[in-house]
């Protein structure tokens, strides 16, 4: 239960606040000036204070000042008399959550301390969130099994000089990982190098590899130096291994077994001392079976294998990585973000993130970029997330997904279809009118309603 703090020199607004408060379900004390508030709130601390800010001695202002000192994450809404605009000034810029003009209805009441409430379990879970990741490979946001067990691995491979092989669907942090591990090397210092097997040429790919001598090939004007030989000494990220033409496949694994090869047009054999870190979201072993990737290979490759789970699989780990982003994009905007609107969070908790972390991460930026205000409102994302679809458009029917999820979404999809007639879903969900509003109000889903453009 929440606890609030009412300071007022007088007795009537006093016991209207107290008696509104207190049939709200709040537990509420109450002091009749200043210094009596200040000793409250040194005792304890409270979730919210409502206080005046005209009274003798010890102001409102004096109040929140204290407040704001001794327990910065309490709500403070101050009370403030009609057409003195001046002090509600005031108090917001000492950190008041905001004002309460007299006279007042128990509604506004209501409102503002559900609202002030609100704002200080998203401080407080913010705070929480970023002790949270304070963790060694501190960038890299999971607390999942499934991501304890990356970061074990991790922690026992990086210093090795082992091949890595990491697996994982589109969006996933393979890169990331794969940059910790240089990072979290002995050769840290040296370079990180990385070639994308996928956007490359089949034809440029052994040179950009391997290097070439001048006139090795029409177009080689001059000598140049390959990826492995600029990763000497340090690691070299070959993302998505897969698309490696068969041909090369042996050159490449005698590189990984002897550590020597030479530049094409060259018969010179050079040395190199090089990491391999292999990224890949297609299956090596369908590859292998199929006959488009060597067997040999994989196997070398396959020293240790770390897997990147895809995000649906650790949708615990969402609060945390928005959070994540939060700060990063908020910082970046120059914009102070305190956290996701809990209707919001459970949209991002719902959607199947085809994209993995860095759909949530673009989500999340875009979000902070268009936000009006400092928490971050189901308005803010894209509609597929409205929807809870996918954007490739994922079936949703799979076993797992209860009756509720589906009916939800069944819904929130009729809706968008007739823009937000509701009349018009009932008929078309084949319910009555006064069934789809109480299943709106179950669902949480009556805002997300009117959202939608009605007709
Ligand atoms: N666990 C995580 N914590 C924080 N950020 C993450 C995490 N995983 C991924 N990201 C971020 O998401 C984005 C995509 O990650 P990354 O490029 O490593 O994915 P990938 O698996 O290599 O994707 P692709 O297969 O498309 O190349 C990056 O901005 C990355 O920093
Ligand atoms: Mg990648």
């Known amino acids: 239960m929440a606890e609030i703090l009412i300071v007022d020199d007088e007795k009537l607004v006093r016991d209207f606040l107290q008696e509104t408060l207190s049939q709200g379900g709040y537990s509420v004390r109450t002091a009749d000036n200043g210094e009596a508030g200040l000793k409250e709130v040194g005792d304890r601390e409270f979730d919210l204070v409502f206080t005046d800010v005209k009274m003798p001695h010890t102001s409102g202002i004096d109040l929140l000042k204290a407040v704001k000192q001794s327990s910065p994450f309490t709500s403070v809404v101050v009370i403030t008399a009609y057409g003195t605009v001046a002090d ?25 301390a559900k609202k002030a409430l609100e704002y200080r379990r998203l401080l407080l879970e913010n705070r929480h969130l970023k002790k949270e990741l304070a963790g060694k490979f501190e960038n890299i946001i999971g607390r999942t099994p499934s991501m304890k067990k990356v970061f074990d691995l991790l922690e026992s491979v990086a210093p090795s000089r082992a091949t890595v092989l990491v697996i994982g669907e589109s969006g996933t942090g393979k890169e990331l990982i794969a940059r910790a591990i240089h990072l ?53 990220l070959l993302d998505e291994i897969s698309e490696i033409p068969i041909g090369l496949q042996a050159k490449l694994l005698r590189v990984l077994q002897e550590r020597e090869f030479e530049r094409v047009g060259s018969g010179y054999t050079l040395k190199v001392d090089v990491r391999v870190i292999a990224t890949t979201n297609r299956n090596l072993a369908e590859a292998v079976k199929k006959g488009s990737f060597r067997e040999d290979l994989y196997y070398r490759l396959n020293v240790v294998k770390v897997e990147m789970p895809p995000l649906r699989e650790r949708k615990e780990d969402i609060p945390l990585l928005a959070a994540h982003f939060i700060q990063k994009y908020a910082a970046e905007n120059g914009k102070k973000i305190d956290g996701v609107a809990p209707r919001a969070l459970s949209l991002l908790t719902d959607y199947p993130w085809p994209g993995n972390v860095r759909e949530l991460e673009n989500f999340i930026e875009r979000a902070v970029v268009v936000a009006q205000s400092n928490i971050l409102s189901p308005s803010d994302f894209p509609k597929e997330l409205l929807l809870g679809l996918a954007a490739d458009g994922e079936d949703r029917l799979r076993p797992g997904v209860t009756i509720e999820e589906v009916e939800k979404r069944l819904i929130l999809k009729t809706l968008d279809a007739v823009e937000g007639n509701k009349t018009k879903a009932a008929q078309m969900l084949g319910i009555t009118a006064r069934t789809l509003h109480n299943k709106l109000a179950e669902y949480g889903l009556k805002e997300k309603a009117e959202q939608v453009p009605a007709e």
């Open 88 to 112: 509600a000034v005031e108090a917001m810029k000492l950190g008041a959550f905001d004002y309460l003009p007299k006279p007042f209805t128990p509604e506004h009441i209501e409102v503002t």
């Open 184 to 236: 979290y090397s002995s050769r840290k210092e040296s370079p990180f190098v990385r070639v994308n097997c996928a956007a490359l040429p089949e034809g440029l790919i052994e040179s950009e590899l391997f290097g070439h001598e001048k006139g090795a090939f029409t177009g080689a004007l001059r000598q140049t130096r390959g990826r492995f030989e600029m990763a000497d000494g340090g690691t070299l």
